[in-house]
């Protein structure tokens, strides 16, 4: 079996975390989400797998490499071009296009393939999905999930008869017009026969143009509804709530990095906290480099990351602060993600850090954030609250 990893969409949902990262190297206890998805599918002995990439390639091709540090294979396909100029200009191919592409070039779907979106957690037990797969006779599988029927316009519908085909599959219906609330997961197993429906040298979709092709042709086309965690990384609202799962070990197989140092608080390495008067409530991990000064008051469940810097007084309650963060003195943030200049509130409302005045968190290796003294922060206290 060999597996395929769809990263080559922009993420726009989950911005400002896409502005610099492709969605799959968006961070959960500080490891990218793909890896996960590495891990998972090696832990079941596939070993050869292809990702399609196209915005922020480099990011993923620099992390992951050939993937020798997981003991797998991993090969790329760029879908894009470079300028005479020499610039480099992404263009995603649709999730079935960009399959289709490699098909051409070097043939790699020459057995059963599960194909996988590269922004969701998953514990999917990949072995009793293939038996079900190969026990129907299946071409393609979906694996779904059921989801609340006000969630169904987020996602693409399956349609089964009594027996689990799929006779109709509806991307991202509204509610009204929605005919089931069984939604696929961005899970499934192809035989390599379904490459060959997809169109060469175009644009193609699996879930608003391939499923659909399958289902009117009437080819073996199942539906599985397992019992597993997904965890999908839709919005920054999504991922707020993730990260609040995991950091209540709420999500089996993750546990929490660091040295456990105090009952639900973890450090990494050559941090640095000042006891007075501070007081940090877990789940709570604080990552190596990061400086907590006198008088601060963290809430879990929250992560800081490496290289941080909590100056005296501030408050962080319930949020996520990404590598790097300074949280000037005296600031509150309350239920927010934090990354570079932008930060988020867990309703998914972002504000760039020159929209808040005086500023309230800064980038933690830029010495001239250091300046603001205690004085000031006293006469400018200010809580930035959900």
Known sequence: ??????AAGKGTRVRPLTYDLPKPMIPILGKPVMAYLIEHLHKYGVTEIMV??????????????EGH??????????????TDSGEVVPQPLGSAGGMKKIQEFGGFFDDTTIVLCGDALIDLDIKSALFEHRRKGALASVITKEVPWEKVSSYGVVVTDA??????????????????????????????EVIDLIPSGQTFDIGSELFPLLAEKGLPFYAQTRNYNWIDIGSVSDYWETCQSVLMGEVANLHMPGIQINDGLWVGLNTSIDWDGTRIDGPVYIGSGTRIEAGVHIVGPSWIGHGSHICAGAEVVRSVLFEYTRVLPNVALHEMIVFKDYSVDRAGVMKHVSDTDPDSWANARDRRSRRRTQKDAELTKKRISA
């Not at 079996?1 to 769809?6: F, G, P, R, V």
């Not at 399609?52 to 490499?65: A, D, P, Q, R, T």
């Not at 689990?164 to 899970?187: H, L, M, W, Y």
Request: net charge negative.
């Open 52 to 65: 399609n990439v196209s915005y922020l390639h480099e990011k993923i091709e620099e992390y992951f490499g």
């Open 163 to 192: 027996d689990g085909r799929i006779t109709e599959f509806q991307e991202k219906p509204s509610q009204k017009d929605a005919k089931s609330n069984f939604v696929s997961t961005g899970i499934y197993i192809f035989e390599p």
């Open 1 to 6: 079996m060999k597996a395929m990893i769809l």
């Open 69 to 82: 540090q997981f003991n797998v294979q991993i090969g790329y396909s760029f879908e894009g071009y470079t």
